[in-house]
């Protein structure tokens, strides 16, 4: 079966870093998206990894390793409005993105 | 209209309805998805359409429906709610064949089956 795996909650404080992964067994690859997704509103896109490597786009950054199945969402300098759920997919070999359940960052003073 | 938007944004419905969510996009994109939003779980595919007249099966496609008549619209009919029909649903639309190929997704209808 499909997998995607990521932690249901983590907790960070304003103004620090913080890391979310998620590992995925699939069947194919071709390429691995992170969404940001505020509490009653819809995802929205964060970033793209199709090569290994790492991905950067301001405070966020994402990093890739295709022969781990890895993959992690990096966010700096954070701020009280990144209190979010991210939501990490993965395009498998019929084009279709599985979806993991999301990972709660709550964000503290 | 600028990007997608759904209708109704939230629905109560009694269960043996029928019931369609309303979906329209206004950046030409070519494939078009619906998901439902369950707590706990991931997204889960419904259905999709890669283009004007052809749609596909995702994942949970039982008791629902969709068409295509046109590039802009997909609707998606539940013929007879069910009370595990109650979930958030989001419709999606992609530039597929263009690059990353990135979904960008509506605000969502709540739906309640009673």
């Known amino acids: 079966g499909q997998n995607i795996d990521q932690p249901t909650e983590m907790t960070a404080t304003e103004g620090a870093i913080v890391q979310i992964n998620c590992t995925y067994q699939t069947s194919g690859f071709n390429g691995l998206f992170w969404y940001q997704q505020h509490a009653g509103e819809a995802p929205t896109f964060l970033s793209y990894n199709v090569l290994d490597g790492l991905e950067e786009k301001g405070r966020f950054s994402s990093f890739l390793s295709r022969s781990k199945g890895y993959s992690y969402l990096l966010l700096k300098e954070l701020q009280m409005k990144d209190s979010a759920s991210y939501l990490c997919?993965?395009?498998?070999?019929?084009?279709?993105?599985?979806w993991g359940a999301g990972t709660k960052l709550i964000i503290k003073p | 209209i600028a990007g997608i938007t759904q209708a109704p944004t939230s629905q109560i419905l009694a269960a043996g309805r029928r019931m369609t969510l309303r979906c329209t996009q206004d950046?030409?994109?070519?494939?078009m998805y619906w998901y439902r939003q369950d707590l706990g779980l991931g997204l889960r595919l419904i259905h999709y359409?890669?283009?004007?007249?052809?749609?596909g099966k995702g994942e949970v496609p039982d008791g629902y429906s969709v068409s295509r008549a046109n590039t802009d619209d997909f609707p998606l009919t539940l013929a007879s709610a069910v009370p595990s029909q109650t979930s958030v649903y989001f419709c999606?639309?992609?530039?597929?064949?263009?690059?990353?190929?990135?979904?960008?997704f509506g605000p969502g209808t709540r739906l309640t089956v009673l």
């Open positions: 359409s890669n283009t004007a007249g052809t749609t």
């Open positions: 999606a639309s992609s530039d597929a064949g263009g690059g990353t190929d990135t979904q960008y």
């Open positions: 997919a993965v395009r498998d070999s019929n084009y279709q993105l599985i």
């Open positions: 950046m030409r994109h070519n494939a």
